[in-house]
């Protein structure tokens, strides 16, 4: 077991992350938040964050990375403000959409709900980084039926090109919505398509989060070498609708997804950890404890916090 990370943290990051991601659902499901884009299935992808240097690396990631903005720092009541669009959420002061993160100062920039526009930004950043010699990794993430679209090929082609320090990170959960994977395309990797480029193609299973972790390290050693961009494809599966406006029944069965949550990414790796005698049913249930204190107090601030009024509807929108 890779002794370098800090395994405690990455299993906290990537529980706090699942039962953020209940909460969430639950306040959906009782008419208290507008809006909800689970992740359960997705947790394995914090690996990457641990990978990356927070200090100077960026992140522009998919909307289910919530995971590893987690592992990056992003608070449960940070999280909540955003989900009740509340004046202090630092990703629009309550103007986005919930999940589209933007932090400047933690160099998360924003994804945008017509995917994947943010590619096309992150090489912008991998370009101006090697142009000014900060070596930088830009780690960019969308899912696989975004891969099909025309910014992820101008932006492969254009990085792999000028060897662009830029990770290009495709979580493939098997639906893009609701349209199955071989419905979008006829090769069974995306990351297969990487060759097309002049850049690796690596497949990495998400339900194993050291698997992720190993694989990111290499790929952002290699960038951060000069040697150009990777493109990561890591196999996930989401147990939940694609977000709280959908219902997952209408196109795949419940036997499917019962037989996914076998692979459950947390689950593995608190079993892994409990195998390595790196932890046990007591610490456990210590921890989560502590979580749901931390789940509840931040829940607790977002809804006290000021909503936005109506003058701030005018904010940003035009020159005054």
Known sequence: MNT??????????????????????????QGKAHFAVPVAGHEGVAGYAFALDH????????????????????????????????LNDLSSAGRQMFAHWSLPDRRVLSLSSPQPNHVTHAVGIAL??????????????????????GDIHESMNF????????????????????????????VQNVAD???????????????????????????????????GPTFIEIKVYRFMPHTSNDDDRRYRSREEVDAARLNDPVV????????????????????QKDLHAEIDEGQAFAEASPSPTAADAFTNVYAT
């Open 268 to 287: 593995l790796l608190r079993e892994k950890l409990i195998a390595e005698k790196l932890w046990d049913a007591a610490r456990d249930t210590a921890l």
């Open 193 to 227: 398509r990487a060759a097309g480029y002049g850049m690796p193609g690596v497949v990495v299973n998400g339900a194993h989060a050291l698997e992720v972790y190993e694989c990111a390290r290499e790929a952002i050693e290699r960038a951060r070498r000069g040697d």
């Open 55 to 86: 200090a100077r690396d960026y992140m522009l990631p998919h909307y289910r990375d919530l995971a590893a903005l987690v592992a990056w720092g992003l608070t449960p009541r940070e999280i909540f403000l955003s989900l009740f669009a509340k």
């Open 128 to 149: 101006a980084g090697k142009i000014r010699r900060e070596n930088i990794v830009v780690w960019t993430g969308f899912g696989e039926g975004s891969s099909s679209k």
């Open 4 to 29: 370098s990370l800090d395994l405690h943290a990455l299993y906290r990051a990537m529980l706090l992350t699942r039962l953020l991601d209940e909460r969430l659902w639950q306040l959906n499901r």
């Open 159 to 186: 990085a792999a090109i000028h060897k662009l320090p830029v990770i290009f990170c495709c979580e493939n959960n098997r639906y893009a919505i609701s349209v199955p994977q071989e419905k979008q395309m006829a």
